[in-house]
Every structure is written in C-alpha cells, then in structure tokens.
C-alpha cells in the first residue's frame, strides 16, 4: 500500500470523478484532468499497532485496512463479534475493508460483499490484531 501512497503523491495523481474505462490492451493512457476534483496533499501509513489505529480513526476519520478474510469462519460471518483467533491468521492478509468505529470490544468494518455478515457489516474483536487488522492501514488527505 505505502509504494502505491508514494506513487501517487509523487506522480501528482487526481482522484477523478469519472475514470477512462479498462480496454485490456496496450496504449495511452486516457487520463482527462477535466475529472480531476481534488488532489491528495498528504499520507500516513500507520504504526502496526491497534491504539494507533483507534486513534487515527478518532482524528481522520474512516481507514482503510487490510485484513486476513480466508478462513471460512470470516467468510461464514453472520452477526455477533468475530472472534475466531484459532483460524484467523493475523500474520496473513488478503482483502480490503473500511475501518468505520470501534467500542471497547470490538471495531466496526464494512465489507464489499454486499449484504454478508450484518448487512454488510462486521464487528471484529479488539485487542489482538485479529486477522492482522492493524498490520497494513493508512489513509491520504485530500
């Protein structure tokens, strides 16, 4: 994530609003600054740590993180607080979400699976970087 971070700032890159569609073949790219509508100022790749994590959320507001969503149990995800320390490797990571809140117990994350877990939803266990949610997560202002 960090070489993509710095990819971007470097290179100047624009969040568009409308994006080139993909052709599968070689050519110029079709970038149209006209889409551009803001421009990343700075970034932070975040300490590998769960206060830090907590804290940035509090500051910045929604992270995204990478977290490990192998196991069948994550994938089976239905409601309640995740838990399954036994199957979620938290030294593996492979899927993407948003980091949205957190409680005491448990942080907040939405998924892109449409209405799995708690209508699209998860709460995921604090405390132990389950599923290494705090091994990969940054963000970029805008």
Not at 26 to 40: H, L, M, P, S
Not at 89 to 104: C, E, F, I, R
Request: aromatic share 16%.
């Amino acid at each position: 994530m960090e070489h993509n971070i710095r990819y971007a700032v470097w290179n100047k890159f624009h969040f568009l609003y409308q994006w080139a569609s993909y052709s599968a073949r070689q050519g110029q790219c079709t970038f149209n600054r006209d889409y551009a509508i803001a421009n990343i100022s700075e970034w932070s790749i975040m300490p590998k740590n769960e206060d830090a994590l907590a804290f940035a959320l509090w500051k910045v507001g929604p992270i995204p993180v990478s977290i490990n969503a192998a196991p069948k149990s994550f994938q089976l995800y239905s409601n309640g607080i995740y838990d399954d320390e036994a199957s979620c490797d938290n030294s593996k990571v492979n899927h993407a979400m948003l980091l949205l809140g957190y409680t005491k117990d448990y942080w907040i994350l939405k998924n892109w699976w449409g209405s799995w877990g708690e209508d699209g939803y998860m709460r995921l266990a604090r405390g132990k970087n389950l599923c290494g949610i705090s091994n990969y997560a940054g963000y970029v202002t805008v």
